[in-house]
T-cell receptor
Framework: GAVVSQHPSRVICKSGTSVKIECRSLDFQATTMFWYRQFPKQSLMLMAT?????????EQGVEKDKFLINHASLTLSTLTVTSAHPEDSSFYIC????????????FGPGTRLTVL | AQSVTQPDIHITVSEGASLELRCNYS??????LFWYVQSPGQGLQLLLK??????LVQGIKGFEAEFKRSQSSFNLRKPSVHWSDAAEYFCAVGDQGGSEKLVFGKGTKLTVNP
């Protein structure tokens, strides 16, 4: 149980284009999903908290207009990197907290974004 | 503010040896505590968690961790390491106050020698 998927697992795009990453909870409903960014050999940095049916809450320093988050259903959240630049290249990981669950986050496998 | 310290950036052990990964946290009350493992290029897998009750917590893959309030520690242990345990290990603290956020340590990379 508690499986989270991400799609795509790997994406390469040109500078200036937008990329959408999907995060799905496969066997549970997630009222809250989280988006993290991880640089090589570093820990996870929380970017934003996504609540179903409401606007995402962004961490300080994260541009909400650049990293658009939509949590349209209890099983799906999307992160769109708009007008991507090479510095946006990173490993993006989502997690989901089960509705009614006790603050346990289950993580997706991550998406490797490379912007050329 | 919450913080998590994993003092060891890299640990190397021989297969079959015992393992202890250290984690210290800073938090005003009793936090939720977690250990996650990450294989290269993969997401994080939950090993175990502590919310309350018995301070010795059993997890998957033969791991256990002990919450010691007096030392603000939540060290991860395994009596006999397998080569497949080589990975990055992250300790995390969660806020019982309802923010739902996790704060992660910087991680400890485990190398297992044959």
């Amino acid at each position: 149980g508690a499986v989270v998927s991400q799609h795509p697992s790997r994406v390469i795009c040109k500078s200036g284009t937008s990329v959408k990453i999907e995060c799905r909870s496969l066997d549970f409903q997630a009222t809250t999903m989280f988006w993290y960014r991880q640089f090589p050999k570093q820990s996870l940095m929380l970017m934003a908290t996504s609540n179903e049916g409401s606007k995402a809450t962004y961490e300080q320093g994260v541009e909400k207009d650049k990293f658009l988050i939509n949590h349209a259903s209890l099983t799906l959240s999307t992160l769109t990197v708009t007008s991507a630049h090479p510095e946006d290249s990173s490993f993006y990981i989502c997690s989901a907290r089960e509705a009614g669950g006790r603050n346990t986050q289950y993580f997706g496998p991550g998406t490797r974004l490379t912007v050329l | 503010a919450q913080s998590v310290t994993q003092p060891d950036i890299h640990i190397t052990v021989s297969e079959g040896a015992s393992l202890e990964l250290r984690c210290n946290y800073s938090y005003g009350a009793t936090p939720y505590l977690f250990w996650y493992v990450q294989s290269p290029g993969q997401g994080l897998q939950l090993l175990l968690k502590y919310f309350s009750g018995d301070t010795l917590v059993q997890g998957i893959k033969g791991f256990e961790a002990e919450f010691k309030r007096s030392q603000s520690s939540f060290n991860l242990r395994k009596p006999s390491v397998h080569w497949s345990d080589a990975a990055e290990y992250f300790c995390a603290v969660g806020d019982q106050g309802g923010s739902e956020k996790l704060v992660f340590g910087k991680g400890t990379k485990l190398t297992v020698n044959p």
